[in-house]
């Protein structure tokens, strides 16, 4: 199973630090481009699941392209 953890800058290496003792878990920093990437596909993903429900209106996709 993968988490994705927030955490402020300066408890980074603390956390960091406690994770690597556990044998069992293995640490990957991403960059700040991978975690932009990763939330823009969250949100896009919850904007999909709100659309699903009716929570949200949709946007035609030739509207997307004339904004293009």
Do not use: C, W
């Not at 300066?10 to 990957?28: C, G, I, P, R, S």
């Not at 896009?44 to 949200?56: D, F, H, P, S, Y």
């Amino acid at each position: 199973m993968k988490v994705l953890l927030d955490i402020k800058e300066d408890k980074v290496a603390f956390v960091l630090e406690m994770l690597q003792n556990f044998k069992y878990v293995k640490t990957h920093l991403l960059s700040p481009h991978q975690a932009d990437v990763i939330e823009g596909v969250k949100e896009g993903a919850e904007q999909v699941t709100m659309i699903r429900k009716g929570l949200m209106e949709d946007i035609p996709a030739k509207d997307l392209i004339d904004e293009l």
